[in-house]
C-alpha cells in the first residue's frame, strides 16, 4: 500500500534540497514507499518521485496492482527504461540518484543526458527511514524478544554437546541456529550467523567452518532474524572450561565499553560520541589498537542500515532511531570479543532491546 506520509517527506526534503526528481531503485526502499516487495533481478525497478506525479517503472514480467497517484510504467526487454526516465527530465535539472542503482543504468542515463546534475539522493530516504515510528519500533522489540530466546536455546545446544563429550564445529552451531530460530517462528535468518571457536574468534568477520570446539576455547556467537519484516541482531560471547584471566579481564573491558556506550545514548547525542564512549575506554585499557570496527549500525528492516555509529558520524540521536552498540577486542592467534545489543533512542534515552545476560557464561563437563 502506497505510504503517503513517507512520500511527501521525501518530496518536501527533494524540493528543499534543490532536486528536482528521485530515482529510488532499492528494494527495500521502493517497499517502504510502496508496500511492493519483489525481486526484478538484473532487470531495473524503480519508483520516481517528482515535484507533480509518481512513476512506478517495471518490466513486463512483473505486472503490479494498481496505485492510486502513481503511473506505472511497464517496458519490455527491447525497451529501454533509462530513455523512458530520460524523457521525464528537462535541462537542467537536478536528479537524485539511489546510491544502489546498477552502474550501467547510470551510466547510459549520464551519457545520454550529460545535460543534468546527478547527486547521491539515497541520503533523503536513508534519514526518513532512520527515525522508525511507534509501530515500527514495536517490531524491533518483538524481533529481539525472539533472537533472545534462541540464544538461549543455542547456548543449552552448546551445553548439552559438550557434556555429551559430542564433537562440535562452527558450522554445526550455525545450522542449528537456523532450525532455531525456525522453530521459532522467524521469517528468515537477517544474515549468515557468525560462530567463531578460539584463534577465529579473533577475526570480527570470521567465516564459520570446520574448527571444532576445544577446551579453553572463547565462543563468539553472532546471530539474527526477521520477524514481522524487521531485523534482529545480537552478538555474545562465552568461554569454554576454566575462564583465563587474560580471557576475563579482556571480556569485562568489553562489556563495560557496552554499557559505557549505551548510556551516551539520548536525543541530540552525536553518533561519534557513542563511539567515542566505547572506544575511548577500550583504549584507555590499552587495547585501542584491537577495537578495529565501527561501534554500531543501523538497524531495521534491513539489518545494516544508515547510519554508522562511527568515529566520523556526524548524524544526531533523535528518538525513534534503533541501532547496535557492538565493541569488540581482538588479540590475534588469541581470541576475540564482542558484546553487541540494540538500542532504540527514546525521548528520555534509550531502550535496550536485547535482555539476554551479558555476564559471562562459561561452559564446563
Known amino acids: 500500500m502506497l505510504n503517503n506520509e513517507r512520500i511527501d517527506k521525501a518530496r518536501e526534503r527533494m524540493m528543499s534540497e534543490g532536486y528536482s526528481a528521485l530515482l529510488i531503485s532499492s ?30 517503472i517495471v518490466n513486463k514480467l512483473f505486472p503490479q496492482k494498481t496505485l492510486d497517484g502513481v503511473y506505472i510504467k511497464y517496458y519490455d526487454d527491447v525497451e529501454s527504461p533509462v530513455a523512458y526516465i530520460s524523457s521525464l527530465l528537462e535541462t537542467g535539472n537536478c536528479l537524485g540518484i539511489d546510491k544502489n542503482l546498477q552502474s550501467h543504468f547510470l551510466l547510459k542515463l549520464m ?45 543449552q545446544f552448546i551445553d548439552h554437546a559438550i557434556k555429551a563429550n559430542n564433537e562440535l564445529t562452527e558450522i554445526d552451531v550455525v545450522k542449528q541456529i537456523a532450525i532455531i530460530q525456525n522453530e521459532l517462528g522467524s521469517q528468515g535468518l537477517s544474515f549468515e550467523p557468525i560462530v567463531c571457536f578460539g584463534k577465529g574468534g579473533a577475526l570480527p568477520h570470521h567465516e564459520s567452518d570446520e574448527t571444532m570446539l576445544s577446551q579453553n576455547d572463547g565462543i563468539i556467537v553472532d546471530m539474527g532474524s526477521i520477524l514481522n519484516g524487521y531485523c534482529s541482531d545480537m552478538t555474545r560471547s562465552f568461554f569454554y572450561g576454566q575462564v583465563t584471566p587474560r580471557y576475563k579481564e579482556i571480556y569485562e573491558i568489553v562489556k563495560e565499553a557496552n554499557i559505557r556506550a549505551i548510556q551516551k545514548v539520548a536525543p541530540g547525542v552525536k553518533l561519534s560520541e557513542i563511539d567515542a564512549a566505547a572506544r575511548d575506554y577500550i583504549r584507555s585499557c590499552g587495547y585501542g589498537d584491537y577495537f578495529t570496527h565501527r561501534t554500531g549500525h543501523g538497524i531495521g528492516s534491513e539489518v545494516h542500515e544508515f547510519p554508522d555509529v562511527s568515529s566520523v558520524s556526524d548524524v544526531v540521536c533523535e528518538s525513534g532511531m534503533c541501532f547496535s552498540i557492538e565493541p569488540g577486542i581482538y588479540l590475534p592467534d588469541e581470541f576475540g570479543v564482542r558484546i553487541e545489543d540494540l538500542v532504540c533512542v527514546t525521548d528520555e534515552g534509550c531502550r535496550v532491546l536485547n535482555e539476554f545476560s551479558k555476564n559471562l557464561i562459561d561452559f564446563n563437563k
Do not use: C, H, W
Not at 514507499?33 to 520516481?48: K, V
Not at 541520503?123 to 533472537?147: F, G, H, Q, Y
Open 111 to 155: 551519457k545520454m543526458r550529460s545535460d543534468l546534475k546527478y547527486e547521491n539522493g539515497s541520503l533523503i530516504v536513508d534519514r526518513i527511514r532512520m527515525v522508525k515510528t511507534p509501530e515500527e519500533v514495536e517490531k524491533m522489540i518483538a524481533a529481539s524478544k525472539l533472537n533472545d530466546i534462541a540464544m538461549q536455546r543455542v547456548t
Open 27 to 56: 528494494r527495500e526502499d521502493i517497499k517502504y514507499f510502496t508496500g511492493i516487495d519483489f525481486n526484478s533481478g538484473e532487470r531495473l525497478s524503480a519508483f520516481m518521485l517528482l515535484e507533480d506525479k509518481l512513476v512506478f
